[in-house]
């Protein structure tokens, strides 16, 4: 019986430290100018009136080659400069992603992106050029738990802006050891009421 519990109680902790799975979007499965929307698990892509959120095929570009998204027209190509919507089906952790094509001075806002939280808007985050041009400038919102939805907006760089990369943990956030051991701690204490119980 107290080996039974024991391994129950083991289970237990194996579920509970088992890390949050990653997702990485590279978006080079997808053709060029092919409209995004929900072809990648936990995330759906949109954009505001005719626009749409669009491959677009630029292996000059140092992100993941050949390809990453931008904003563009629906019945046209890609302008990169648009506003656009990225959701997830449930909260998740450690969102980052690359941004590509600023001609904005290093150090400089290129654009900004509104950070929901459990479906509240909490903050904007001023997403900064760290190498510009052909090079990935990486963004990090890691610090923001539990994001539901990103809005991109106040796109400065006139020919606009593309996105690459896209990274983040889905499902259970990976919990801080003191709530392991108090679940450990828990565990046991059930494994001793029930053998005091039997007697
Ligand atoms: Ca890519
Ligand atoms: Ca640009």
């Known amino acids: 019986m107290k080996s039974r519990i024991l391994a129950l109680a083991l289970f237990a902790l194996v579920l509970v430290v088992m890390p949050a799975r990653a997702d990485l979007i590279t978006f080079d499965d997808l053709t060029d100018n092919t409209i995004v929307t929900n072809q990648y698990a936990h995330v759906t892509f949109s954009a505001f009136g005719d626009e749409r959120v669009k491959i677009t095929t630029q292996a000059a570009y140092n992100g993941t080659k050949p ?12 302008d990169c400069t648009e506003n656009f919507v990225i959701e997830f089906d449930a909260a998740v952790q450690n969102v980052e992603f690359d941004a ?29 050029v760290t190498q510009g041009n ?5 963004q990090d919102l890691s610090a923001y738990s539990d994001i539901t939805k990103l809005v991109f907006h106040s796109n400065t760089d006139g020919a ?6 896209l ?5 259970v956030p990976v919990p801080e050891p003191a709530s392991v051991l108090l679940v ?6 059930i494994g001793g ?3 005091k119980s039997r007697l």
């Open 167 to 171: 990274s983040f943990d889905a499902g």
């Open 184 to 189: 450990a701690v828990g565990l046991i204490g």
């Open 193 to 195: 009421l029930a053998r």
């Open 67 to 78: 390809n990453f998204i931008c904003t563009g027209p629906v019945a046209g190509y890609i």
């Open 100 to 128: 590509l094509g600023n001609q904005t001075a290093v150090g400089g806002v290129f654009a900004k992106v509104d950070i929901y939280q459990n479906f509240v808007y909490t903050a904007t985050f001023d997403m900064l």
């Open 134 to 138: 052909l090079d990935p400038d990486h």
């Open 160 to 165: 606009g802006t593309g996105y690459d990369n």
